[in-house]
């Protein structure tokens, strides 16, 4: 089956712009969550959706925000753009039922460079 | 969230056996231990996971310690294709209520030709 398909994968934008990120996730998944990789900080968590609610949420600012639709699709929101936002934006989808041995699968992930 | 401790790096001569450690003193009952690597310009990727008995699949074999406080991540016969940076992780807890990551530094294996 399709994997985390991921879009756009590359993109450039100017501090102070606004980006929207898109992930659909394996077909039957209900959990998305979306990741930030940067070589100073790692991968760190950002949040996770399950049936269009936030379940979990990382320490971030609310600049950064997330949705999830109805097919379980989920884009995630970047506002006022700052040069550190420049990152690797990865998505992972899971079965997301409420236990800690479900297999979370990463799409390929969306670099964003902010200039 | 209970912490893992990874060497940074390690090197390994190919066709020969891996042995990745990861320390987790502080793992809950309920903490699965998660291996996931990372190959260059891609996203992790999931290699095995377990609670208390040791794991084989098709990529790798997990043991576990009997105290659960430790693990190692076996690659029984390494290929170039296996460098990448490996994450050993913890998930679970009462706090984590849903599919949440903490990922660490992860350790960088080299692998020679």
């Known amino acids: 089956k399709a994997g985390v398909t991921q879009t756009p994968r590359y993109l450039i934008k100017t501090r102070g712009q606004q980006v929207t990120l898109s992930c659909s996730p394996i077909?039957?998944?209900?959990?998305v969550s979306w990741y930030q990789q940067t070589p100073g900080q790692g991968l760190q968590f950002l949040f996770e959706y399950f049936s269009e609610t936030q379940r979990n949420k990382g320490n971030f600012p609310g600049r950064f925000s997330g949705r999830q639709f109805s097919n379980s699709r989920s884009e995630m929101n970047v506002s006022t753009l700052e040069l550190g936002d420049s990152a690797l934006y990865l998505c992972?989808?899971?079965?997301?039922?409420?236990?800690?041995?479900?297999?979370?699968?990463f799409g390929e992930g969306s670099w964003l460079t902010v200039v | 969230d209970a912490k893992t401790t990874q060497p940074n790096s390690m090197e390994s001569n190919e066709e020969e056996p891996v042995h990745l450690p990861c320390n987790h003193s502080t793992i809950s009952g309920t903490d699965y231990i998660h291996w996931y690597r990372q190959l260059p310009s891609q996203g992790p990727e999931y290699v095995i996971h377990?609670?208390?008995s040791n794991v084989n699949n098709r990529m790798a074999s997990l043991a576990i310690a009997e105290d659960r406080k430790s693990s190692t991540l076996i690659l029984h016969r390494a290929t170039l294709r296996d460098a990448a940076v490996y994450y050993c992780?913890?998930?679970?807890?009462?706090?984590?209520?849903?599919?949440?990551?903490?990922f660490g530094g992860g350790t960088r294996l080299m692998v020679k030709p």
């Open positions: 377990g609670l208390t």
């Open positions: 077909s039957g998944h209900r959990s």
């Open positions: 992780i913890l998930s679970g807890g009462p706090n984590n209520a849903g599919n949440m990551l903490t």
């Open positions: 992972a989808s899971s079965s997301g039922q409420r236990h800690s041995g479900n297999t979370i699968y």
